[in-house]
């Protein structure tokens, strides 16, 4: 394996536009002859010749960068330094910035509650960086509800460093066949065609995937899921929603490591659609389609389907179209669920980040409270007992919200469950 490296690294890797193109980039941009001696790693240098210490070290060489300004295109991580006591991270990209995780949290709820704490583990999932601090999750030995070491959690796990999974002209995922010609996971990227075919969305791995290392009862079962994101997808959601679509899979492609979560097994149980993994409830039905149209805010079911959609909590469109996925990509403002399109659900997206978020299991809205906001504002800063805010300063909670303004919602809005539920079963 490592000779196939050297020699492709010595014969000049291929051309990239951007830098993965939806494919495998330069090998030079995470592998490294300049640290190895006769062909081995030499100190500092990671396993397979790599650039970091390990795998999630060598991505985010070029995915945290210091010095951003505010949400900036492809960094999904904020160094340490810059985010003090009371700031948070500054990534707003639809999966969530990693620096949540580094940031623990304590309040008292009352003047009787013991002091609670939101570890910063619980903020999503703990890649192992150990070149940016980032370590193995402190709880959970592996996957809830499956059986992924947390040892091994990387970005390597689920994205595929080298970009083989590719969706080809009649739909189907593929590991070899026609070229990768461009990332396949915007609404500007082109289709795939006789001779070409497209990167997985997000390079997202599928069915097969096992990391070097890994033994094969861990493979993946379920395919790449299906979604289109729009071109600026890391941004302020001040003003107008950032809007992903996700087309189908998603459920499916979580249960690859989670086989059985939220299935009942589980303390908290709810449905995620899911056709590979044989999930049968998880549709949102007509009556749940037109409460979520109609549902703007507790206290105010005046909204409308052409802009209904919400990015704080999402759904599955239900379809694998691309076409129809990147038309819903460039609405704006952007509708709901609609039944025209495919079979809308809720999928694991709805309620949780990919990669972390401000608060516990991250989840896109704090669901261990009963108001997300109170008298107006995300969280009491100023006072001495928290029961909403949870010991996030006003600027953290707004940014864990993508910077949507508290007033947009009701001075003392509920959870988020309700954009669905009229009446959450009980
Ligand atoms: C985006 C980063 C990245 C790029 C670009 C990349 N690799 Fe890798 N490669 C990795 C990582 C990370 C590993 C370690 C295994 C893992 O975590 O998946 C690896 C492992 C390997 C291995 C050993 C394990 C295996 O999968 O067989 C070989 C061989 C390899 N890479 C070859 C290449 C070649 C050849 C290129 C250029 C055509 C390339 N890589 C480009 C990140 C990359
Ligand atoms: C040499 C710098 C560099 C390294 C190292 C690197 N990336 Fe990237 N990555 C980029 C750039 C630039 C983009 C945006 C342009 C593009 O998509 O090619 C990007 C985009 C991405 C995307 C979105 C791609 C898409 O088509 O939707 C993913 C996912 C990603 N990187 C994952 C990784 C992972 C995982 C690693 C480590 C194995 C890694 N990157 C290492 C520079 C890098
Ligand atoms: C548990 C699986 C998982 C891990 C671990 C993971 N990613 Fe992702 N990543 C995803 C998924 C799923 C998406 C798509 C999120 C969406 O569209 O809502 C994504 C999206 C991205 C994007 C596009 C921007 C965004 O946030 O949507 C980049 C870049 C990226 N990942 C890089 C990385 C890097 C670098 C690491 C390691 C530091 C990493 N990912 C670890 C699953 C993962
Ligand atoms: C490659 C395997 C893998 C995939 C795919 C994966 N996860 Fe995980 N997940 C893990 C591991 C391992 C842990 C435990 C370590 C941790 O909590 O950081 C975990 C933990 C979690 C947690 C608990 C976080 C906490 O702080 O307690 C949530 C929530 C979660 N995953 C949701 C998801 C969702 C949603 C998806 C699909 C977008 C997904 N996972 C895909 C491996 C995976
Ligand atoms: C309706 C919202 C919702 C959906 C949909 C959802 N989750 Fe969750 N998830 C939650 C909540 C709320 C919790 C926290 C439960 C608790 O406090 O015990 C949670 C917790 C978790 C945990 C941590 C469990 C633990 O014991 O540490 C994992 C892992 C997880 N979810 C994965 C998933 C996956 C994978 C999917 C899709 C198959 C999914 N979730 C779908 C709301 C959701
Ligand atoms: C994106 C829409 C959506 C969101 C957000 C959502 N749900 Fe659901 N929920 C559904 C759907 C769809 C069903 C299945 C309805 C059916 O099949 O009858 C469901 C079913 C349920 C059930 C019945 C469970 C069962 O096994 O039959 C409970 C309880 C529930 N949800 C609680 C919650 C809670 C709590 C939250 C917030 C943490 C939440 N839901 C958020 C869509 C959603």
């Given amino acids: 394996m490592v000779s196939a490296l050297l020699s492709c690294l010595a014969s000049g890797a291929k051309e990239a536009r951007a830098f993965h193109s939806g494919g495998v980039g330069e090998c030079e941009g995470c ?19 790599l650039k970091g210490g390990d795998a999630s070290s060598t991505c985010l060489t070029c995915h945290q960068v210091a010095g951003d300004t505010g949400p900036a295109s492809y960094h999904i991580s904020t160094p340490n330094g810059e985010m003090p006591f009371g700031t948070p991270p500054k990534q707003l990209s639809p999966g969530g910035d990693f620096g949540w995780l580094k940031k623990t949290y304590t309040w008292y709820a009352d003047v009787v ?30 996957a809830p509800g499956g059986a992924y070491p947390s040892s091994a959690l990387s970005c390597t796990s689920c994205h595929d ?9 009649d739909g189907t995922i593929s590991t070899s066949g026609k070229p990768i010609k461009e990332s396949g996971s915007y609404e500007t990227s082109s289709a795939p065609d006789a001779e ?37 997808y890391n941004r302020s959601e001040a003003t107008s929603v950032t809007r992903v679509a996700y087309g189908s899979g998603f459920s499916d ?5 989670h086989t059985n979560i939220h299935n009942g097994t589980y303390s908290f149980s709810h449905p995620a659609a899911g056709f590979a993994s044989g999930a049968t ?24 389907a052409a802009n209904a959609y919400f990015s704080l909590v999402p759904f599955e469109v239900g379809s694998q179209n691309y076409g129809i996925l990147k038309s819903i990509v460039t609405t704006t403002p952007t509708k709901g669920p609609d039944l025209a399109d495919g079979t809308p659900a809720v999928m694991c997206l709805s309620c949780h980040r990919a990669h972390a978020s401000g608060w516990d299991y991250g989840m896109r809205w704090n669901t261990k409270t009963s108001q997300i906001t109170s008298n107006g504002k995300y969280s009491q800063e100023t006072l001495l007992y928290q029961p909403f805010g949870q010991g996030r300063t006003e600027a953290e909670a707004l940014q864990a919200y993508y910077q949507t303004p508290a007033v947009k919602f009701d001075p003392n809005q509920q959870g988020l469950c309700y954009k669905c539920h009229a009446t959450l079963p009980q």
């Fill in 31 to 49: 592998h490294s002859m300049h640290n190895s001696q006769s062909g081995f790693p030499a100190g500092g240098g990671g396993a397979y010749l």
């Fill in 196 to 232: 070409t075919s497209v990167g997985s969305y997000r390079m997202l791995a599928g069915t097969g995937y096992v990391q070097p290392g890994m033994t094969g009862g861990l493979a993946f079962s379920y395919a790449p899921p299906n979604a289109v994101a729009p071109s600026t």
């Fill in 281 to 304: 409830t998880g549709n949102l039905d007509a009556t749940m389609i037109n409460y979520y149209d109609q549902y703007i805010k507790t206290g105010d079911l005046s909204g409308t």
């Fill in 161 to 169: 460093p080298h970009g083989t999974y590719r969706r080809n002209q």
């Fill in 253 to 257: 492609w979580c249960r690859n490591c």
């Fill in 113 to 142: 509650s013991p002091m609670s704490t939101s570890a910063g583990d619980r903020h999503g999932h703990n890649v192992n960086a150990q070149d940016f601090g980032f370590q193995q999750d402190g709880k959970n030995l592996t």
